[in-house]
């Protein structure tokens, strides 16, 4: 496998970096990575990809959920240098669609002394939206970054995972940190300082 | 014929290398996702001393593009030697636009101050924090203080604002005035007069903090809550200048420095060295409001 040519490692990184921050530090604005040419393995949507390529370097490492995952593996090692390895111990965590939650229970929290050494979750969704859609999750969020209180509509994620992300924050500062994209190279932040009801749309 | 790009500068853009960057970038996440935390960082080696706003530099270098336009500020003034130097610096490693105003910058670095305007939701403001650690005046030890923080055990630090006014009749902190991070963390703003403390408070910006020769980083959401400490009974005050008054504009309603002349007579002058530029021209401000400078403005400033 060859590593992308079509990306920049010290501009385009930078680049989405910048978005990923706005992101996080304001929980409910959906970004949109600009247009790649990047061609992520099935399973990977190009966000996600590009979330990995600016976060992701031979210090860090990861795991991927999805079963067979050997192809976004490879790819994640031949443009990033990271390693896959153990859900126990590792710093990102890569979701496909509709993921239950089920075995994250291992994933990294942070102690109370450092809170911060716990895993990010990386999930993909089919459809993230500003503007209300039927058959999604209607996700209300207020808290450190929200101006009062925002409402996102998200399609392909599955409230158990949700569920999981209130439990695991329940006892903040210890927690997880979300960010979802989509296939549209939307990405939304829901860091563990958030606190967010949600509600299944028709 | 296949141009060799990659050797062309002596540096790489932004002076950081890519790996650490990527490292300074994953610590700022965190910390932005825990408002207040205190997050150990790599602080890699720079061209100046650590303790001289390598901190806020390392943030600065971490997060700029080609696209930001930069301005810094060392106590307000664009023009003292610290930003001079740290603006030249940047603006060499990244062929970044710079600016002196405060409305046009996309990324500003601070040394002790917030500026006098009110900052935007596209603006981002990094402070160089010379001592990250609140609880440090009461508790000498780090591995002590981490623990504190971890259980939020601030009655020390309660303490030492009870003595502070048990002794002087007020709570006697200057600069780096402590303020409790979204009811969670208490947490060190870096030396701001108490007159800026008030604007960290749901503010539109986000702050990043970075302390170099401690090897910290942390921030500040925009839209959080940002308490300073205080009592039911014994609040936290900003500076009050009613008395004073710029001397080049008689404006009252900023913060204002001292000047001693040889005389020992003294004067007062606008800190912000921008804001007091576009005072002097009489160009339209957008000033920061809170209750506190409302306060001021009640006695009709």
Redesign the interface.
């Known amino acids: 496998m060859q590593p992308e040519l079509h990306y920049n ?3 385009d ?3 989405h ?2 978005l ?3 992101s ?3 929980p409910g604005k959906i970004n949109t990575f600009p247009s790649s040419n990047i061609l992520p393995p099935a399973g990977l949507n190009q966000a996600a990809a590009l979330t990995g390529f ?7 490492n990861y795991h991927i959920t999805v079963q067979n995952s050997t192809d976004i593996a490879d790819y994640l090692l031949v443009n990033t240098a990271a390693q896959q390895v153990d859900i126990a111990v590792a ?1 990102y965590i890569f979701l496909p669609e509709n993921h239950d939650g089920r075995g994250l229970h291992e994933a990294r929290v942070g ?6 050494d ?1 895993a ?1 979750l990386i999930a993909a969704a089919q459809v993230i939206s500003a503007v209300a859609m039927t058959d999604s999750l209607k996700i209300t969020m207020n ?6 209180e925002a409402t996102v509509w998200v399609k392909g994620i599955n409230p158990d995972l949700l569920n999981y992300l209130k439990e695991q924050n329940s006892e ?2 210890l927690g997880i ?1 979300l960010i979802i994209t989509d296939g549209q190279n939307n990405v939304l932040c829901l ?3 958030n606190r967010f009801t949600y509600t299944q749309t028709n | 014929m296949i141009e060799n790009t990659k050797y062309t500068n002596k540096y ?3 002076f950081i290398d ?2 650490t ?3 300074i ?11 207040g ?1 205190q ?2 960082y790599s602080s890699p080696e720079m061209p100046i001393s650590r303790g001289w706003g390598t901190g806020g530099l390392h943030i600065t270098l971490a ?4 696209e930001d336009v930069f301005k810094i500020i060392d106590q307000g003034s664009d023009a003292s030697v610290n930003a001079c130097n740290l603006r030249e610096f940047v603006n060499r490693m990244t062929g970044c636009k710079t600016t002196f105003d405060t409305t046009e910058a996309t990324l500003i670095q601070t040394r002790h101050r917030i500026t006098e305007e009110e900052l935007t ?1 596209k603006q981002i403001i990094v402070f160089q924090v010379p001592l990250p650690e609140p609880l440090r005046m009461v508790e000498r030890y780090e591995y002590k203080t ?2 504190m ?3 939020a055990d601030y009655a020390k630090m309660y303490v030492s604002l009870y003595e502070s006014y048990v002794r002087h009749g007020a709570i006697m902190e200057g600069a780096g005035y402590p303020v409790m991070v ?1 009811g ?2 208490v947490m060190s703003p870096s030396p701001i007069p108490r007159w800026d403390i008030p604007n960290l408070n749901q503010a539109k910006t ?1 702050f990043l903090f970075g302390a170099g020769r401690e090897k910290r980083l942390y ?1 500040v ?5 940002v308490e300073p400490l205080e009592f039911e009974d014994v609040n936290f005050e900003i500076e009050d200048f009613s008395n004073s008054g710029c001397y080049k504009t008689g404006y009252k309603k900023a913060f204002l420095d001292e000047i001693y002349a040889d005389d020992g007579g003294r004067k007062f002058v606008i800190s912000d060295s921008n804001f007091l530029d576009k005072k002097m021209e009489r160009q339209e401000t957008r000033q920061y409001s809170n209750k506190y400078i409302d306060q001021l403005q009640a006695y009709d400033l």
Do not use: C, W
């Open positions: 490692t010290v501009f990184a930078q680049q970096f910048r990923l921050l706005d996080m530090s304001r600016a976060l992701l370097n031979a210090d860090t710093d102690t109370p002394v450092y809170p911060e716990s990010t808290g450190p970054g929200v101006n009062g903040y500062p940190d860091p563990r300082s | 790489n853009f932004a890519e790996a960057k990527k490292e970038r994953r610590k700022l996440l965190k910390a932005v996702a825990i408002p935390h997050v150990p997060v700029i593009g080609r939701e981490l623990q923080h971890a259980e979204n969670r963390y986000l921030a959401p925009p839209y959080t809550d």
